[in-house]
C-alpha cells in the first residue's frame, strides 16, 4: 500500500526526501519517481541496495564524482525532445538542444566509467555516432548551424542571398527586400527538409539517449543517497526472510529538531517475530517515536536507501499506517479503529507478510481508553 504525503511527513520519510538534492534535471525526475520495491522485486532492491553500499564504501564525493556532478549541474531536460524524435521531425531549437546533452554526454564518457565501476545497471552508452549527425563539421560547439555542402540546393540559396544583401547595404530598394524575403523563404523550406532528415537519422539511437538520461539520473539520485547514508552513519542491511532486527536506528527528522535545542536522540533497537507486538509505556514514553522509526527505517531500505544508522535484518513492507485521534462518540475508540484499518487495507485475495503499525492520540475531550495501545507486527 502506498503511503499518503501525510503519512509520510509524519513518520520523516519526507523529510529524508526532502535532504536530497540532485545535481540533474534527470537525478530530480528519479527522486520524483521513487517508489518502494514490492513483492518480487527482491532481486532488483538488493542491486540497488548493493550499489549504494559500493558509494557509501568510496567515502565521499572524490575528483571524477564532483566533476561529473558539476556536468550534471548543467544539463538540461530534454527527454521530451527524445521521446519526440521517435516519432516526429525535431525543429531547430530541439536540435540544438539534443545536441548540447550529446556534447555534455560525450564530456561525461571518460568520467562516468571509473564512478560507474562495480555499480550494476548503471552505463553511459557512447552516442557518438548521434552526435556526428548534428555536428557534421566535427567542430564539437554548442552551436546547432546547418552547413552548406549538406544541401547544393541550400548554398546556392543562401549565395544569391548574401549576394542580395549586399546590394541591400549599397541601395536599399523595395524589390530588393521582396526578393530577399523570397529567398529567406526558400532557405527555411529547405533547412526543415535538412531538419527532418536529421531527425530520421537520430531516431535509431534514440533508444540509448533515453537510456543515458535515465543512467545519470540514477547515479544522481545514487550520490545523493549514499551523501544522507554518510551523514547520518547509515549501514548496509541484510534482507531475511522473517525475523525483523533493527539496531541503533535514529530518525533524522527528529535527531536533528533535537539537536538544535542541545539534545540527543537516543537509538532504538527492537526485533519483531512474526506475530503481534505491544508496546506499552507511560504518556510521553516514546512510544509513538519508536514506531515512526520502526516504519521510517524499514521504508527507506524498501526504497533502496540504508538504513539509519543500522539495520540487521529486513523484510517486505507490507504497509505503514498511522492513525492520528481516532475516537467516534458512536461506536468508541476501538471500533473506530477497526473501521478505518479496514478502509485503508488494499482488498487482496491473499494478504503478504509486512510490517504493519498503529498508533492514535484521542481528540481533546474525548475518553482515554483504558485497553488500547499502539500496535506493530510483522
Known sequence: ??????????????????????CSPYGVEALRELKPFGPGQREALGRQLDNLGRMVARGGQDAPLRQLLRIFMGLKMVRPTAKKCLEADLNAIEL????????????????????????EGIRLR???????ILDPEGSRVATFHIPDHLSPQLAQIRQEKREV?????????????????????REETEEMVIHSRMSAALRPYMDGVLANMDAIGQLDLLAEKARVALRYGACQPELTENTLELVDMTNPRIRDLLQTQGKDFTPISVTLAPGATVITGANMGGK????????????????????LPQLAGCR???????????WSPLIGVFPALAVRWCASMPPSPKWRPGFISCCWTNLPGAPTPTRARPLSGL
Open 316 to 326: 517486505c513492507l507490507m504497509g505503514c499506517i498511522s492513525f492520528p485521534r481516532i
Open 126 to 132: 557512447d552516442t557518438g555516432a548521434a552526435l556526428d
Open 1 to 22: 500500500m502506498e503511503l499518503t504525503y501525510a503519512q509520510k511527513e509524519n513518520i520523516g520519510f519526507q523529510y529524508v526526501l526532502d535532504s536530497l538534492r540532485p
Open 96 to 119: 540544438f538542444e539534443l545536441k548540447r546533452f550529446l556534447l555534455q554526454t560525450e564530456e561525461m564518457l571518460p568520467l562516468f566509467a571509473p564512478v560507474a565501476e562495480g555499480l
Open 165 to 185: 544583401e549586399a546590394l541591400i547595404r549599397m541601395r536599399p530598394d523595395p524589390e530588393l527586400l521582396a526578393r530577399r524575403s523570397a529567398l529567406a523563404g
Open 288 to 307: 509513538s517515536v519508536a514506531l515512526k522509526t520502526m516504519a521510517l527505517n524499514i521504508l527507506l531500505v524498501h526504497c533502496g536507501f540504508s538504513p
